[in-house]
């Protein structure tokens, strides 16, 4: 055993769990879909039975009937002692087997990689000789490729020096980074809602607090909870996605950005401004100025989205005393990023225009593709117009997320409930949609969820259906 979540702690995290009936079934796969999500870890254990049913207000013998499901399925095992504990999971394990041998993954929102990739490998493949002569990993990062970004920033018109500029192993390493070093237990973080879960999860991990600023597709940012926020809790860090925000595909207007930049400023927030998905542009009418124009700000980047998911290089830029704190906290986390990953990505910035370009035009395909299935197979759901980006986040006409997800993964479709995106619990009725996948695979995963989701509608108790069309 590694870790203990009380019941009070998985009560909140399950959300909207009483999906369908059999209630023990539903709870049974609530748990099981933190597991595959990794919100609850491997080797964590799980509140005693009477604990549990209290929290939920359920019989102890649905409890004891859940959680001996989620043992018939490999999910948790009992230790005499310390009582029932998760077991780590099958590398792509569906909670429920899939019936058929063909799988559609879209939990990963991440585009396959651009075409001309494999010939920009080959060509710094042929310089092999003079990478291996090195020690083969840098932990500030090559010289060339901190030129090109900064002169990439220059151009957007934030000017900046290659001392500015340090390259990570992708985004997420950075986020990690940059967490550690800023900040300590307690510490409150402004973030989004819904937002990037592996942010929430790095941030948690450093010990700090978040405080959650609503987005919605069609309203943008809470801007009164976003000032009320910054001048109430005086965060440390705020987290933002100011361009395609995942999962909402939202992008702040000129408007949204001077507010909430007035206002972090105000309370001496030092702003992550995260830049991964700027680049996906399909067909914005107008692309806005950077968040926050001079002002200092740590920008991350990375070529994850734009150029393919398995080449690990994101990169901070910051402020040269920050660049310095961060690279000497590094080698705890890891020694450097690779030498010749980041010969691939300074051979590529050069690029980055003409892959943009290829990149707006397959993620158009997908996008127009699943909207249009959607809205034509499943009408009740509420589906989003996206000008860029990675996701659509649609909202359903019953906040049954989880069980639609659970039901899905059976038929061979992978897929996040929304409730993965919440920053403290919610968004039952929403369900992140990627479009990065191609077309003819988008409008089968569709296929799929109109199959199940009569089912999963039917199935659950009426009174929270009806609460919600009540609401509706």
Known sequence: MDSRI???????????????????????????????????????????????????????????????????????????????????????????????????????????????????????????????????????????????????????????????????????????????????????????????????????????????????????????????????????????????????????????????????????????VDETTSDLDIDRAVEPEPFGGGQALIRLGSLGKTVWGGLRIGWIRAEVELIRRLVSARAVHDLGTPEIEQAVAEALLPRLDEIAHQRAHLLRQGRDAVSAALRERLPQWRVPTADGGVSLWVELDAPLSSGLVMAARARGLYLSAGSRFAVEGGYDRHLRVPFTAPATTLVSAVSILEQVWPTVHDGAPRALVDSFDAVV
Not at 83 to 107: C, F, K, N, V, Y
Not at 257 to 270: F, H, K, N, P, V
């Open 6 to 272: 009380s019941a009070r702690a998985l009560a909140a995290s399950l959300g909207g769990w009483r999906s369908k009936e059999p209630v023990y079934e539903a709870l049974a796969d609530g748990i099981r879909l933190l597991c595959l999500d990794n919100r609850i870890a491997p080797r964590t254990a799980l509140p005693a039975e009477r604990e549990l049913s209290a929290e939920l207000r359920l019989s102890r013998t649905t409890v004891a009937a859940a959680y001996r499901s989620l043992r018939d399925t490999g999910h948790i095992e009992s230790v005499r002692g310390s009582g029932s504990i998760t077991l780590p999971l099958r590398r792509t394990d569906p909670g429920h087997r899939a019936t058929g041998d063909e799988t559609i993954d879209l939990q990963q929102a991440s585009p396959p990689a651009w075409p001309g990739l494999a010939g920009v490998i080959t060509e710094v493949a042929a310089g092999a000789a003079t990478l291996v002569s090195t020690v083969g990993y840098d932990i500030v990062g090559r010289p060339g490729l901190r030129d090109a970004i900064a002169a990439r920033y220059t151009a957007r018109g934030i000017p900046t020096s290659p001392d500015e500029v340090m390259i990570t192993t992708g985004a997420q390493s950075a986020i990690h980074l940059i967490a550690s070093v800023l900040l300590g237990r307690a510490d409150r973080v402004l973030i989004e809602t819904p937002t990037y879960p592996h942010a929430a999860d790095a941030f948690r991990r450093a010990g700090a607090r978040m405080v959650g600023v609503p987005v919605t597709t069609s309203d943008g940012w809470d801007l009164d909870r976003a000032e009320q926020a910054f001048a109430r809790t005086l965060p440390v860090l705020a987290y933002l996605m100011p361009d395609f925000q995942n999962p909402t595909g939202r992008t702040m207007t000129a408007q949204e950005r001077a507010i909430i930049a007035a206002a972090a400023d105000r309370s001496g927030t030092l702003v992550v």
